[in-house]
């Protein structure tokens, strides 16, 4: 789904509201919480901009349309206020062709993901092997599954990434769920980790938060398409806008209670690393 075009057809949308409800520019910016020039900026012709998802879901419920209408997602106007939940089968620790899918409808929006551990994209494929080999897969699965984890490392998603900071810390003293990983192996990784996030910045951006205050299960927000809680054997789905919404204002949270910013990750990696031994 291109970005451009579902930016195309929102402003021709909020247009046509604009228009039937009979206000100015203006009044229709202060009624959705925004000023005029944060109004004229997303309705510029030619701009690849869409609104956050609180001013979204504001327009959509003053004039009572769909959040799926304005992104051009459906063509009825109306909402639907029926709950769309379903249960994804995740029979693989890494669900590639299902994960794919979801990533592909999602292309060009942003992904907003909460790890299990680490998130895939910086992950070594030596570390996934060895997560998977503890898992008791054979070497042909673990072979299959590495190979294919670029499902989502592409450098033009826009991808914002929250994670514990005791995720990293307990990999740097091997701890829970990293002991038995060799202190090589995680010097690797946390290495791998500073590369790879000054490669993908802005593109991509992580946010530390202390688990010790604050609590996420792991999931992932495609866009305004989906949310996804990541739930061991299943996936659960939500489809319908509302829900995606909230998840969408649980992670703003996150990000706002984050100790660590995104331009700040690399250096707070590299102190991890120096505290570690040497190998």
């Not at 003293?173 to 000054?198: C, D, K, Y």
């Amino acid at each position: 789904m291109d970005k451009r075009l579902i930016s195309v057809t929102f402003q021709q949308r909020v247009l046509s509201l604009i228009q039937a409800s009979g206000k100015s520019r203006s009044a229709f910016a202060e009624g959705i919480g925004i000023d005029r020039s944060a109004l004229s900026q997303l309705l510029t012709t030619d701009a690849v901009r869409l609104p956050r998802a609180d001013t979204l879901a504001r327009i959509a419920l003053q004039y009572g349309v769909s959040v799926d209408w304005l992104l051009g997602i459906a063509q009825t106007a109306a909402p639907s206020h029926s709950s769309r939940t379903e249960m994804a089968e995740n029979s693989e620790y890494y669900n590639i062709p299902l994960l794919t899918q979801w990533h592909d409808e999602a292309r060009e929006l942003k992904i907003r993901y909460i790890p299990h551990h680490l998130p895939d994209i910086l992950c070594l494929q030596d570390v996934v092997a060895w997560e998977l080999g503890a898992r008791h897969y054979d070497q042909t699965t673990i072979q299959s599954i590495t190979s294919n984890l670029g499902y989502n490392r592409r450098t033009s998603s826009d991808m914002e990434i929250c994670l514990p900071t005791q995720a990293i810390i307990s990999l740097s003293e091997g701890t829970f769920p990293w002991n038995g990983l060799s202190l090589a192996m995680r010097r690797a990784q946390i290495e791998h980790m500073i590369t790879r996030v000054a490669e993908l910045y802005p593109s991509l951006r992580i946010f530390l938060f202390d688990e010790r205050f604050y609590h996420s299960v792991p999931y992932t927000i495609f866009g305004s398409l989906r949310a996804a809680i990541y739930a061991g054997s299943q996936y659960i789905v939500f489809n319908d806008q509302d829900t995606v919404l909230q998840m969408q204002t649980h992670f703003d949270g996150l990000i706002r209670k984050s100790s660590v910013q995104p331009h700040e990750i690399s250096n707070w990696l590299q102190q991890i690393l120096s505290t570690m031994p040497s190998v």
